[in-house]
């Protein structure tokens, strides 16, 4: 719970969700979000997002911040992009990024207050390997 349940009731008071867009993606990246993490892990994300990016059609994730893992999301809409989700790791995120792009479901990026939890059980070697190997696959899978 690096960021707090009710990050959902600031976005509502800022008037930040409406009824049109049905996803709304937490982002660490944005000008307006606070972010208390160190250095390493922030690099650790930097690299993650060039090499996404590199892999895959940058048109396609128009989202800076995939894995903040704070989202938000239409009953309808989850219950529709969640059942054809096939990945179950680290990049979960990427395959909903892309799923809902196909389904032509909009996506907005909010800010949000994110503080690190330590106890990650994250091992970058083993895990960025695995997350590498699984991005060439959703590049496969989906022709991207």
Request: aromatic share 10%.
């Amino acid at each position: 719970m690096s960021v707090k349940f009710e990050q959902i009731k600031i976005w509502q008071k800022r008037k930040l969700i409406s009824k049109k867009l049905k996803v709304y993606f937490g982002s660490r990246l944005l000008i307006k979000s606070k972010v208390k993490a160190k250095r390493n892990r922030r690099f650790i994300g930097f690299i993650f997002n060039i090499i996404l990016r590199k892999i895959l059609d940058s048109d396609l994730l128009n989202i800076r911040d995939t894995q903040c893992g704070y989202k938000l999301y239409e009953k309808n809409i989850a219950k529709k992009i969640f059942k054809r989700l096939t990945e179950n790791g680290y990049i979960h995120d990427v395959e909903i990024l892309i799923l809902l792009k196909k389904s032509k479901i909009l996506v907005k990026e909010l800010p949000v207050e994110w503080c690190h939890k330590h106890g990650s059980k994250i091992n970058l070697f083993i895990d960025s390997l695995v997350m590498l190997k699984n991005l060439f696959i959703l590049k496969k899978k989906y022709n991207l």
